[in-house]
T-cell receptor
Framework: NAGVTQTPKFRVLKTGQSMTLLCAQD?????MYWYRQDPGMGLRLIHY???????AKGEVPDGYNVSRLKKQNFLLGLESAAPSQTSVYFC?????????????FGQGTRLTVV | AQSVAQPEDQVNVAEGNPLTVKCTYS??????LFWYVQYPNRGLQFLLK??????LVKGSYGFEAEFNKSQTSFHLKKPSALVSDSALYFC?????????????FGSGTQLTVLP
């Protein structure tokens, strides 16, 4: 039972570098989400997708891009990393809209930008 | 706009005592309410949800939550706390009205159960 798998689990980037975080789910969920978690701020939605080929902006989308070319994968890209993007990133998926059905979360990616 | 507040950053309770983690919300329509738990270095895990129906919702690991529409609250409770309940707890809400398809999370409450 893999559920939601995030790759990598840890990463250190230098300012200005780029990277892609991969999220894969094996539950055939339509909805997928990328959140960032910062101390005292809870989880904030970066981008989300309501199905293959679709993406939409969340609460804090600036500096990030996403793609959902396959239903099971949701990629989060940082084109030019900044120290303000140091955070823990969580991917989640749900069968229906994130308000009637529960979401399943990955274990997180701890990103440090120096 | 939908919002949720967890007024306590930290809750300490002795093992065996009842625990309460508070949550209040603000929505325009009807709320869909969730509680999630996060153990160290792990993702969030679903505990319970309120969509409609009985105001008292029972969930995983002996937790329950009471929906109170007049007080716009959805407090998480457990009759007898365990040390293993120590974790970070998040309340989340979605408004039944509006175009938002995602949850808004509170800032989290760190629960520590003392042996």
């Amino acid at each position: 039972n893999a559920g939601v798998t995030q790759t990598p689990k840890f990463r250190v980037l230098k300012t200005g570098q780029s990277m892609t975080l991969l999220c894969a789910q094996d539950m055939n969920h339509e909805y997928m989400y990328w959140y960032r978690q910062d101390p005292g701020m809870g989880l904030r939605l970066i981008h989300y997708s309501v199905g293959e080929g679709t993406t939409a902006k969340g609460e804090v989308p600036d500096g990030y891009n996403v793609s959902r070319l396959k239903k099971q994968n949701f990629l989060l890209g940082l084109e030019s990393a900044a120290p303000s993007q140091t955070s823990v990133y969580f991917c989640a998926s749900s069968y229906g809209p994130g308000g009637r059905t529960e979401a399943f979360f990955g274990q997180g990616t701890r990103l440090t930008v120096v | 706009a939908q919002s949720v507040a967890q007024p306590e950053d930290q809750v300490n309770v002795a093992e065996g005592n009842p625990l309460t983690v508070k949550c209040t919300y603000s929505v325009s329509g009807n709320p869909y309410l969730f509680w999630y738990v996060q153990y160290p270095n792990r993702g969030l895990q679903f505990l319970l949800k309120y969509i409609t129906g009985d105001n008292l919702v029972k969930g995983s690991y002996g937790f329950e939550a009471e929906f109170n529409k007049s007080q716009t609250s959805f407090h998480l409770k457990k009759p007898s706390a365990l040390v293993s309940d120590s974790a970070l707890y998040f309340c989340a809400v979605r408004d039944s009205l509006g175009s938002a398809r995602q949850l808004t999370f509170g800032s989290g409450t760190q629960l520590t159960v003392l042996p």
